[in-house]
């Protein structure tokens, strides 16, 4: 391997960490989904994807995922995890 690349790689080290969920709850908890992982900070972020549906699109880490996943199976709410 070329130097370049050894540097190349060390740069963004985590650049491949990147974990995209679905999941779907229901209609009215999506504002109660979104505001507990925003309370946990660091370990994801929710964006609503289609709100008629409850479909909702979890942005987190493969190091993070672990620990918001349990979070999210704790929680008071149906959440239907797609992927």
């Known amino acids: 391997m070329s130097m370049d690349k050894m540097c190349e790689k060390t740069k963004t080290p985590f650049a491949d960490s990147d974990v995209l969920i679905r999941a779907q709850v229901p209609r009215a908890e999506i504002q109660m989904l979104v ?18 549906a409850g479909e909702v ?27």
């Open 35 to 52: 505001k507990f992982v925003e309370g946990l900070g660091h370990l994801g972020v929710v964006t609503t994807t289609d709100r008629h």
């Open 57 to 83: 699109l979890i942005q987190t880490t493969q190091y993070t995922w672990p620990d918001l996943k349990m979070a999210l199976e704790a929680m008071p709410i149906e959440i239907n995890i797609k992927t």
